[in-house]
């Protein structure tokens, strides 16, 4: 028979999930169940089928699970596109945070100027194209799918890159070639790949104490892959309510460095009675003296508790969240195990751990905990003192990854007895981190099934590829030695690199995928070498799933036990339904091929096949709140980067307008300035401020807030004049003159206040707001 | 009465910074606690405080010693902010860890806005000969360009620990005997907001044009700093 290998787009490829996503499952989130290789192959293949025959348009079914599958799959989609936005604007935003110092200082020269304004031009949304002739567009088209299939060319090709020329590798690679964040291939082939730079740095690194520890071009490259979709939304969900309640308490203090405690102590004492004894303490003692004194020991003792209750809180969350830790960190986590093992066969658990810890606790949960904002947990800065207790907590959790050497801190060591209760559980946690199945089987699945597409596609944009060609051609000599591999050979034929094209001139391709050394598979059954009798299990059971879910649930011939026959014949005679017609015929020959064949009996009412479909729908029956659940998850990590990319968005145009404002002034010297226009002033309330966050703290009555108003004026580009009133006085209580400058240099520092005396603004607010507000043609 | 050794004693903040696994930690345990740490534990943030006799002056130091792992690169501003000296330090075993320096070094010139700020470069593990990958010469000349003094270290054999630390010292008190006003870098870290019109062109009104907030500092020439120690 021949297989059903219509051409589905790309997009299913992902949504292998849409119809039966067993064999994603197993791979994509963490359960583990304990099925025999065998079992699973045909777990995965009757997954495949389903997948396959679900994608020819006219079997689609159309029920409550099958939509709810399409929101989630939509919802995928647009986090990762997302995702990738974000990630290029931020790069955008971090070249010009590190410029708009010196733009604010006036140092910087006119060519630099337009250099800065190039970052700046609208390339958010980089417009479509094609190359110009067939020839092209096939050569490159070749050229990724060779990358994307063989990851072990970018995993060499990370060795070779310096840092300098990561950052447009790490976008290519991670947002591009694997950027479909929640598509097992392009997961398991970006897994794939970290996996062969993982082998090459243990077998490289002569120290155990250097392994994993320095930053190269696949340590960027996992990081970025821990802060994509699943694992922010992991992150989320296990950290932000415990950091957040942390942050609100801004005068907990607890610091335990005996020292500063000792220091604190003398400087309050002093504030409040120069001549009491506290305050007459001798300074500049050492730490072992400072240790030594009674009532230090009293104001550190508590604090000791309670760092250790709190450790303990996050210590908790984070071992209850074991089963929604991403797949891939997971199994990250389990190479690190086996290539530990490998290279030191003698290895304790305490050993594996350590390794481990320096990647789920170093790289992953920690830097989200000491700074939270960077990975969108929380919205401002923490204020100094909780910023405190979150280091001592990241500090402690690593301690139990590790063996905390107390020569660097010695006062540490009195949170010893929190590193004892939990050690033991902390190794087990990581040891049952890498108790993840391994995908090699369902990759190779996957990689048969896009090889059988004919329309696989990837978007990419033209400085993308050159970059990308660049680099291949510049580390020619080590990637490909071998003339007459493929990757030569490709790379023979494209000829040299051509340049990086003007911002304004790159394009967006939509590049088809195609390899012209495989040929597309006809015939999976044969490639995938499994027996006829399987193939006709398979999709007798993809078939009987399908009528099942179509028919109304209480129709008769829905009744348990299933009568196989019956539904059938049922579909086959069903009216107006030519495509249900269709399937119960099928259905009925299936039945009777397998009777022949004698895998099925009919006397005991096709028991095996009944038990099957009957479990499938059992499995589907759950996997509807399954994907339920994760879509109001998903959406909740969409909300966020799309908040982060409204403010990613709202920076540059604050330094646009800054820029204009910057260009403009200095045009003005030389051309006669243009008549300049004062605007505003515009009215704003108490209350609305308040609701837009522009308040962040008020110190005004609450009955007299209703009369409080607020005028602001820009009289001259970059120039504002904030005034408060009250209604009914003719003259403003207060008048506040502010330079953009000013606000600008505030946030680079992190100052969010900005003080009004009887309010307090929030810096950024501010910013957004006269941004909107005063957004001038040229300048502000 | 005291006369003798009442001198103030100097307070310094030195922030120690270099990529993961370079030794930044062992070379700050030794200096201060005289111990070798053997042991695989990554830093997120460490502090010490420890008093050094520098040219027969007391020095109380405050030294930071940072995560090397880049994960935690948010924190590196402030810590940036806080510090007067810092000790830039490599592995001679990693090329790519001496690579690293000259955006740290740029980050620091760019946030403290000072091109003369105190900098040691350090090329830490020498006592791996056998394992070096970065040419002496090649890290040296790196320094000159600097205007940083270069040592090669290592933690381990406690070889030119102290002197790393102590000639950073120098370089600051230097700038604090010139009369260098950096009371701002002192307090970098901190927040000045609060208290009704201070600060930050509130209250009053400022020249068209001008940037007032920023306070333009004196810039002094250091002579004799172009030194490379080996062991």
Request: one cysteine or more.
């Amino acid at each position: 028979m021949s297989v059903m290998l219509q051409t589905p787009s790309r997009a299913s490829t992902g949504s292998t999930t849409s119809v039966q996503p067993l064999s994603r499952q197993n791979t994509m989130s963490s359960y583990e169940g304990s099925r025999s290789a065998r079992q699973s192959k045909r777990y995965s293949m009757s997954a495949l089928y389903m997948s396959m025959s679900a994608n020819e348009s006219d079997l689609i079914i159309e029920d409550e699970l099958a939509r709810a599958q399409k929101v989630l799959r939509d919802l995928k989609t647009k986090i990762s596109s997302q995702s990738k936005k974000n990630f290029v604007l931020e790069k955008d935003v971090r070249y010009l945070d590190s410029r708009i110092a010196l733009l604010i200082q006036n140092r910087m020269a006119l060519e630099e100027q337009n250099e800065v304004a190039s970052h700046l031009e609208d390339a958010t949304d980089i417009q479509e194209g094609a190359f110009p002739n067939d020839d092209r567009t096939q050569k490159y088209g070749n050229l990724l799918f060779l990358l994307q299939s063989e990851p072990r060319h970018i995993a060499h090709l990370c060795r070779l890159v310096t840092m300098a020329e990561i950052d447009s590798l790490l976008q290519t690679v991670m947002f591009t070639i694997y950027g479909n964040q929640y598509e097992s291939r392009e997961e398991h082939l970006l897994l794939t790949m970290f996996q062969s730079v993982l082998t090459y740095q243990f077998d490289n690194t002569p120290e155990y104490s250097s392994l994993l520890r320095a930053n190269t071009p696949v340590s960027r490259m996992m990081t970025t892959y821990t802060r994509r979709g699943p694992g922010q939304s992991f992150l989320k969900s296990v950290l932000a309510d415990r950091i957040n309640s942390l942050i609100e308490l801004k005068d907990l203090d607890l610091e335990i460095n005996p020292l500063k405690v000792y220091e604190r102590m003398i400087e309050e004492a002093e504030a409040k009675d120069p001549e009491s004894p506290e305050a007459m303490l001798p300074k500049g003692i050492t730490q072992e003296e400072a240790a030594e004194n009674p009532k230090v020991q009293e104001i550190i003792n508590p604090r000791l508790t309670m760092l250790t209750e709190i450790a303990n809180g996050f210590l908790e969350t984070i071992i209850e969240g074991l089963e929604e830790t991403p797949y891939g960190i997971r199994w990250i986590c389990k190479q690190i195990r086996s290539l530990t093992k490998r290279k030191y066969p003698d290895a304790n658990d305490q050993v594996i751990c350590t390794l481990i810890g320096s990647f789920f606790f170093l790289r992953f949960i920690n830097p989200a905990i000491v700074t939270p904002k960077s990975y969108m947990l929380i919205d401002g800065t923490p204020a100094d003192k909780p910023r405190k207790t979150l280091t001592y907590v990241a500090k402690m959790l690593q301690n139990l990854a590790n063996k905390p050497s107390y020569a660097k801190e010695p006062y540490m060591a009195k949170l010893q007895p929190f590193i004892h209760a939990n050690k033991d559980k902390v190794n087990r946690f990581m040891l049952e981190l890498c108790d993840v199945q391994d995908f090699y089987e369902t990759l190779e699945m996957d990689n048969y099934v896009a090889l059988s597409k004919k329309d696989l596609q990837l978007d990419i944009t033209l400085n993308e590829i050159y970059a990308m060609h660049g680099l291949l051609e510049k580390h020619a000599g080590e990637l490909y030695k071998d003339e007459n591999s493929h990757l030569a050979i490709i790379m023979s034929e494209l000829g040299p690199a051509p340049p990086q094209v003007p911002r304004k001139e790159n394009r967006v391709i939509n590049l088809p995928l195609f390899s012209r050394w495989e040929t597309a598979i006809d015939d999976l059954t044969a490639a995938l070498d499994i027996t006829q009798e399987e193939v006709f299990f398979m999709e007798a059971k993809s078939i009987f799933v399908q009528i099942i879910r179509t028919i109304p649930a209480n129709s008769s011939v829905a009744r348990r036990p299933l009568r196989l026959e019956r539904i059938a014949d049922a579909a086959a005679t069903s009216k107006n339904d030519a495509v249900m017609v269709r399937k119960g015929i099928r259905a009925m020959e299936l039945l009777s091929q397998l009777q022949e064949l004698k895998v099925v009996d009919k006397s005991d009412q096709f028991a095996l096949l009944r038990d099957e479909v009957e479990q499938e729908l059992q499995h589907l029956g759950s996997l509807k709140e399954v994907v339920m659940a994760e879509t109001i998850k998903l959406e909740e990590v969409y909300k966020t980067i799309r908040d982060h990319n409204a403010y990613l968005v709202s920076q540059l145009d604050t330094y646009k307008s800054y820029l204009h404002n910057v260009r403009s002034q200095s045009e003005g010297k030389t051309r006669k300035q243009q008549k300049q226009q004062v605007l505003g002033p515009y009215k704003f309330t108490h209350q609305q401020l308040e609701k837009e966050g522009v308040i962040q703290k008020s110190n005004v009555p609450d009955n007299r807030r209703a009369n409080i108003y607020f005028n602001f004026t820009s009289p001259l580009p970059g120039t504002f004049v904030i005034s408060l009133h009250y209604k009914g006085r003719n003259r403003g209580l207060l008048e506040l003159d502010l330079k953009l400058d000013d606000l600008l240099e505030m946030q680079k520092d992190n100052q969010d206040d900005l003080d009004l005396e009887y309010v307090q603004f929030n810096v950024p607010k501010v910013l957004a707001l006269l941004n909107k507000r005063f957004a001038r043609k040229k300048g502000w | 009465m005291r006369i003798y050794g009442f001198q103030p004693c100097r307070e310094f903040h030195i922030v120690v910074l270099g990529t993961g696994g370079v030794g930044k930690s062992c070379l700050t345990a030794q200096f201060v606690h005289n111990e070798w740490i053997e042991s695989y534990d990554p830093t997120i943030e460490d502090s010490y405080r420890t008093q050094v006799s520098v040219d027969g002056r007391q020095v109380m130091l405050e030294i930071l010693d940072t995560a090397g792992t880049e994960q935690f690169v948010a924190m590196r501003d402030l810590y940036m902010k806080a510090g007067q000296g810092f000790l830039l330090v490599f592995s001679i075993t990693s090329q790519a860890s001496l690579d690293e320096l000259s955006t740290l070094r740029e980050e620091i010139i760019r946030i403290k806005d000072d091109e003369k700020i105190p900098i040691v470069m350090v090329g830490n593990k020498a006592d791996l000969l056998d394992q070096r990958a970065v040419d002496r010469k090649e890290a040296f000349a790196i320094s000159q360009q600097w205007n940083a003094p270069y040592y090669e270290a290592s933690a381990r054999t406690r070889t030119n620990v102290d002197q790393v630390f102590i000639d950073l010292c120098r370089q600051m008190l230097r700038r604090d005997d010139s009369g260098y006003n950096d009371d701002d870098d002192y307090n970098g870290g901190t927040r000045n907001g609060g208290g009704g019109g201070g600060g930050y062109g509130c209250g009053q009104k400022q020249e068209d044009g001008s940037h007032g907030s920023m306070m333009k500092k004196r810039r002094r020439k250091r002579k004799g700093d172009h030194k490379c120690i080996i062991m």
